[in-house]
């Protein structure tokens, strides 16, 4: 499923943002319609779906996005916190690309549904960051 399907609201109702009254998307997009989008890399595979976007509470921005890979109907799949930065959105094909090859995906450090890591952890935010090639902030601590 893929944003406009999710438009609850008719945000993205219109194809032309050029136009008066065409709605925020694609520059600002509501957190709940991109859930459930297809992520993609570029050779146009199919990684996954975004399954929540995770929020840094002390920034006010979206810093990962929880993709499901592999299993069936739920069951053995693995999740992956994947930053924010790492994907771009593709408004043509209406998905998510994320710049890794399957096999990438498929060793990158993930976890499963019943046991999150810490997100918050200076140290794995880092790890997760270096192996996909981004920068993490460096905002103080929420306390």
């Known amino acids: 499923m893929n944003y406009t399907e999710r438009d609850t609201y008719g945000m993205y109702k219109s194809e032309s943002h050029a136009e008066a009254g065409a709605g925020p998307g694609p520059e600002l997009m509501g957190a709940d319609t991109l ?14 779906d975004v399954k929540e976007i995770m929020l840094d509470m002390r ?7 929880v993709l499901s890979f592999g299993g069936f109907l739920g069951m053995g799949e693995k999740l992956f916190a994947v930053p924010w930065s790492a994907l771009t959105l593709d408004t043509e094909n209406k998905c998510f690309v994320l710049n890794v090859d399957k096999e990438r995906l498929e ?30 902030t460096t905002d103080a601590p929420l306390h």
């Open 35 to 48: 859930v459930g989008n297809d992520v993609h890399n570029q050779s146009d595979e199919k990684l996954g």
């Open 59 to 65: 920034s006010g921005k979206v810093a990962y996005a």
């Open 107 to 136: 060793n990158a450090p993930g976890f499963d549904k019943d046991q999150w890591p810490d997100m918050a952890d200076p140290e794995w935010a880092k790890n997760i960051h270096a192996y996909y090639g981004t920068e993490a």
